[in-house]
């Protein structure tokens, strides 16, 4: 098994929020899990969550790719989504993605050769009004990201 005991009891904790007949339910919830312990979610992972909670592998594997929140190859230690949509990009955005792009020698959907840098287009973050927005391993919101901002996030995660 890839998914540890501690992950297994907290994926049992979301699946208890639903109907016993409806565990396929908590998809989203333990391929979050799952992604929190491992770094990233490989075939055989979702296989796993998808045999826990009773549905087909496909079926898991089409949730994971449809949200850029689930990462479905290895990424950095730190990933960097960059708000695109067009308030962002209209409110800096694209300025702040071609900034980290020139300061982390990488394109959008690539890695740092040192592993500790991802660089991905985001989709709405809920904040345009912050704009630009980026998040950090889908769990840290950056508003209002201008160069010197960014420069001091990255120092930040560098240590």
Known sequence: MLLTEHSIKKIDREVAKYPPDHKESAVMAALAIAQD????????LMAEIADYLGMPAIAVQEV???YNM????PVGKHKISVCTNLPCALSGGESAGQYLQKKLGIGYRDTTADGLFTLVEGE??????????MLVNNKRMCSWMSHEKIDALLEELKK
């Open 37 to 44: 312990q491992h770094g990233w979610l490989p075939p055989e």
């Open 64 to 66: 994971a790719t449809f």
């Open 70 to 73: 689930y990462n479905v190859k």
């Open 124 to 133: 709405c973050m809920g904040a345009c009004g912050d704009a630009p927005v």
